[in-house]
């Protein structure tokens, strides 16, 4: 415990000290190098050989040790010009459920032809967040892939985030940190179960398909997310494989997603509701309105834009 502290004393005197807006390039004041474990039991190995060939006045064994003396001094050097003129010039993700992990999306380039090798990003402070993923820059610009706890909804801070490599003999361990003041979006975790989507209005014009409506249609296949009460296990028997009745649904009908219309429920069950019938809406291909409190009705419409919209407007409701 006492050295988790203390680390974390030593983290907090790192630049940069707060959040900062993107994007950051790495240079001398930024960029730590320490020897590694490695680093440490070859510069004893080397101290010995040199004592041990000045006491037997071994010239050999001496040039042999001040060699790898200067390869040692060299490494640190060249781990340290891996991360001088890196850039971190962005992160971003797509939003998912709180309770899912984000895989957040770090975008990093380098000025020049220098190559960079073993390059690696993890996140210090968080003990649940992704182990690390390594960073490959192609034609100067790359990305790694991080997963992020998410335990809530609504906007999420990003950690900071440490950049390191012990390239090229292992003996030495270069880092710094970037902390990006942007914030991922996490959306509500939707309801588990709970009733149908309520019924629409407007003027139903012509027909169409999905397993909400009133008039059997036809019979097909399984397909994932199909709820189970629309299953025909009778014809599913005969046939020896899932069949789904498909029904009729009047195409212009709007839903109409009222916050107001759940007046028995907390605010978050009522975010959790709404988030799944904003999902549902969307698989079904139904047009649909929002309708928050303080804010102005979201849509009517349909597609990933209104879906992002309403969910975002969901996500960010005040806690309460």
Not at 103 to 111: D, E, G, I, N, Y
Not at 171 to 187: D, G, I, K
């Amino acid at each position: 415990m006492g050295l988790r502290a203390a680390s974390r004393r030593l983290l907090a005197l790192a630049r940069p000290r707060a959040p900062e807006a993107l994007p950051v390039r790495f240079d001398r004041r930024r960029i730590y190098v320490l020897p590694t474990r490695f680093g440490l039991f070859f510069a004893a190995l080397t101290t010995a050989m040199v004592a041990g060939a000045l006491n037997y006045n071994n010239n050999p064994a001496l040039l042999l040790a001040l060699l790898l003396v200067g390869a040692g001094m060299a490494s640190l050097v060249a781990a340290q010009l891996q991360l001088s003129g890196l850039s971190i010039t962005a992160v971003d993700a797509e939003p998912v459920p709180a309770g899912r992990p984000l895989a957040m999306r770090v975008h990093a380039a380098s000025r020049g032809a220098r190559p960079r090798n073993g390059l690696r990003i993890d996140v210090p402070d968080l003990r649940d967040a992704d182990p690390g993923a390594f960073l490959t820059l192609r034609d100067g610009s790359g990305q790694a892939i991080l997963e992020l706890p998410t335990h809530r909804r609504g906007w999420i801070e990003v950690p900071r985030l440490r950049i390191s490599t012990t390239w090229p003999l292992g003996l030495a361990r270069a880092w710094s940190y970037a902390w990006p003041e942007e914030p991922l979006l996490a959306y509500p975790a939707p309801e588990a179960s709970g009733p149908p989507l309520p019924e629409g209005s407007g003027d139903p014009a012509s027909v169409r398909l999905h397993h909400a409506g009133d008039d059997v249609h036809h019979l097909r296949t399984y397909r994932a997310g199909d709820p189970p009460r629309t299953i025909a296990w009778k014809p599913s028997a005969r046939r020896g494989t899932l069949l789904v009745r498909e029904y009729e649904q009047p195409a212009g009908v709007d839903l109409r997603l009222d916050w107001h219309a759940l007046p028995g429920l907390a605010a978050e069950p009522r975010i959790a509701r709404l988030a799944r019938w904003v999902e549902e809406a969307e698989r079904d291909g139904r047009r649909y309105r929002l309708a928050l409190p303080g804010l102005p009705p979201i849509g009517p419409d349909r597609g990933p834009a209104h879906r992002h919209a309403c969910l975002r407007a969901l996500a960010l409701m005040p806690d309460g």
